[in-house]
């Protein structure tokens, strides 16, 4: 996707680009470059698409990751699949606020096992 034009890319809540972006500016912008009109925020990009379960998760997959104590957990960031999923992994591209830029991520880096949210397919990047 042509979300890896925006490797190292400030982050900044709020943003939508063309050279600064938040998560789900990213997203959209993304999506804008193929011709997808997607909403803007994440807590409304977690409902659009089809529910796609972790071990599906193909290559253009939204994945959404939580934030908060149980039982008050809330969608609160959102990234793209670059890969499938393979063997417990996929790597994923998105805005970080704690890496200040858009970077590429593994499912099994950090702490996203733990706040995974789950994952929805608006587009087949087959």
């Known amino acids: 996707m042509n979300a890896r034009l925006k490797l190292g890319c400030p982050y900044e809540w709020g943003a939508t680009g063309p050279n600064r972006y938040d998560c789900s500016g990213l997203v959209n912008y993304a999506f804008r470059q193929v011709g997808v009109v997607v909403t803007r925020t994440t807590s409304t990009l977690c409902i659009e698409g089809e529910r796609v379960f972790l071990t599906n ?31 417990g992994d996929f790597k994923f591209i998105h805005a970080s606020a704690g890496n200040g830029c858009v970077v590429v991520s593994h499912f099994t880096d950090s702490n996203y096992q733990k706040t995974y949210g789950g994952a929805r397919r608006i587009i087949s990047c087959e």
């Open 57 to 87: 998760i193909k290559r253009g997959d939204l994945i959404f990751f939580v934030s908060g104590e149980y039982p008050n957990r809330n969608i609160s960031h959102v990234g793209i699949a670059l890969t499938d999923y393979d063997n």
